[in-house]
């Protein structure tokens, strides 16, 4: 398994996975490639897209998470002060004092008020917002890993059930479950839910495996 790249953590770790009846899944750099891209910016009324993006680069440089990939053509502004990091929904600090946020609309909209819906479209949305309201919503994109399907139906010939698990609140996480084809699938939850999920799961007597890369 070490020459596979795999490694074992905990004696009994082959004879859980005997055990299991549940695979459950992350999304983003799991299921697709971790390689998000932005298909679109779609500025509020009067904003500059350029100067919205850069504000973006500026949050999105303090992250780790795989979307931070997707600003890194992007010139950074001005510095920020205060930046904190939330795993899971996004990333917030002040520039020039005022308080500015990207990430999840429920995240960003507890620290600058309320954002809105998205645009339409089954991209991942993401908002950037500063005190005043929304500057821009900007709809990433990523691709299945080119054995993710394959993956998903081999363990359903065992007779697992797949599931995704996803903190993405956009419809990317239903649509790419459904392409590949898994059983169930819930989106939009924090890492504290997928936590509790997980707990309940085993709670309800069955045997989980997850799979993800732990940033969440």
């Known amino acids: ?35 998000l891209r932005r298909r679109s910016v779609v500025p509020t009324p009067g904003q500059d897209p350029a100067v919205a993006l850069s504000v973006a680069a500026s949050l ?28 899971g929904r996004g990333i917030r600090g002040r520039l020039d004092g005022a308080r500015v946020a990207i990430g999840s609309p429920r995240f960003v909209g507890e620290t600058c008020g309320d954002t809105g819906a998205p645009p339409a479209g089954t991209g991942h949305w993401i908002v950037l917002a500063g005190e005043r309201g929304p500057l821009a ?21 065992r007779g697992l059930v797949t599931e995704l698990l996803t903190g993405d609140p956009s419809d990317a996480g239903p649509a790419l479950a459904s392409e590949l084809g898994l059983d169930e699938s819930r989106h939009g939850v924090s890492p504290e839910g997928k936590l509790a999920h997980i707990r309940d799961l085993q709670q309800r007597g069955h045997r989980v495996t997850v799979v993800g890369d732990g940033l969440n």
């Not at 020459?3 to 992350?26: P, Q, Y």
């Not at 999105?60 to 510095?79: K, R, T, Y």
């Not at 919503?137 to 010939?157: F, H, K, N, Y």
């Open 137 to 157: 919503w900007i709809e990433l994109e990523d691709s299945p890993r080119g054995d993710a399907a394959e993956t998903v139906s081999a363990l359903q010939g």
């Open 1 to 35: 398994l070490r020459r596979r790249g795999l490694l074992l953590g905990g004696e009994n770790t082959l004879e859980t996975l005997l055990a299991c009846d549940r695979v459950v899944f992350d999304k983003t750099g799991t299921l697709t490639l971790g390689r």
């Open 60 to 87: 999105e440089a303090h992250g780790n998470h795989p979307i931070a990939s997707a600003f890194q053509d992007v010139q950074a502004g001005s510095a920020l002060q205060d930046v904190e990091v939330v795993p």
